[in-house]
């Protein structure tokens, strides 16, 4: 099995797709970091339609609740020193924590989105920053309880807009049985995408979702970076090892936009073709570019939700053999505030195994699986049969 992977040649390169009988679709690449494309009028009027409907007849559940876990209870379970947490958030290993290692943990951690001004009324409110420089050192971290954070939003009251993602999503399957539209549509993917089919048909089910006025998702990477030791959640029945490090290894995002949103509600690529990527100046005190509510506009690239259209790209490079490498950090991007009207939007994601021999003995397993149950069910209509030729 091997990965093809579309070129880019160079942004704003169009290049003609044959999709559908009787239609020419032209992908234009929107970016090389990360190889970005979009397709317009991937989905008909009509599709469209199909889809959003499918999602209200099924039901649209909050994509994030807004309680988070106890840490302190989480912190007493690893028994972690105040010492081992210091150096686990000083990701640069400078002895001092900078606001954004404060900021980026707090948000995976409880889903909540501190500002970096919150971080200073929380850094006033307890005086743990006596030398007032914006940085804590070990001694002053001390100061901090492991709930601060939480504590501190807890009392001031949490708002969905203060959640990382703030919409409601539901997952529809794409397999033998399911709507047409809905099986056509992953049969169009994996046309675009190139991918062996048996690779489409493992991936996760469409993810549709809606954004009510004031609706958001900040910026974040669709799929974690991957380190000798992580484990897919796709794959995990064929690891031989269970691993404390998991990622849903989402090697490809096709994105359908499925209205036409009134005002906002675009998609942000913030370091679409930057020189560099760090994570440290992301996050400066005055913009945060990962911020989609307030910062969209300084972000490098953004796409307008156009009813029917599709973007998809590449949330990890190429080892170079034809498989799935490191992640693509510039893959980072976010759905700006819808400020007028709600936003339709579906996922198809593409789960791909870095480790090639995990995918394969995974999808092995499947197969195996599958011929078993049309073994099983052909034994059982035998059965029918015969009894009915016995009556
Ligand atoms: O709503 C958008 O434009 C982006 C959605 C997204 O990034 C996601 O659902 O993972
Ligand atoms: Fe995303």
Known sequence: MYLPRIEGIRVGHVQKVSLVPGKVHEMKTLSLKPLLFEIPEFLSEEECGVVVRLAQLKGLMESQVMVPEGQEELNQQLNLTPEEIFNFLDLNQDGQLQPHEILTHSRVRDGIWLTSENLKEIYDGLKV????????????????????????????????????????????????????????????????????????????PLQVVRYEQGGHYHAHHDSGPVYPETACTHTRLAANTTSP????????????????????????????DNRTYEEASLIQNDVDLLDTRKHCDKGNLRVKPIKGTAVFWYNYLSDGRGWVGEQDEYSLHGGCVVTRGTKWVANNWINVDPDYQRQARYQQLVSQQQEQEEIISELNSDQHIERHQDL
């Not at 989402?250 to 679409?272: C, K, Q």
Request: hydrophobic share 35%.
């Open 129 to 204: 920053d006596q030398d007032g420089n914006g940085l804590l050192n070990l001694e002053e971290f001390r100061r901090l309880k492991s709930d601060a954070f939480q504590r501190f939003l807890l009392q001031r009251g949490v708002e969905r807009s203060q959640l990382v993602r703030n919409s409601r999503h539901t997952w529809l399957y794409q397999g033998q049985g399911a709507h047409q539209v809905l099986q056509d549509l992953r049969k169009r993917v994996t046309t675009l995408t190139r991918l062996p089919s048996s690779l489409v048909e493992l991936s996760e």
């Open 245 to 272: 490090f998991q990622t849903s290894c989402r090697y490809i995002t096709v994105l359908f936009y499925l209205n036409n949103v009134e005002e906002g509600g675009e998609t942000t690529f913030p370091v679409a």
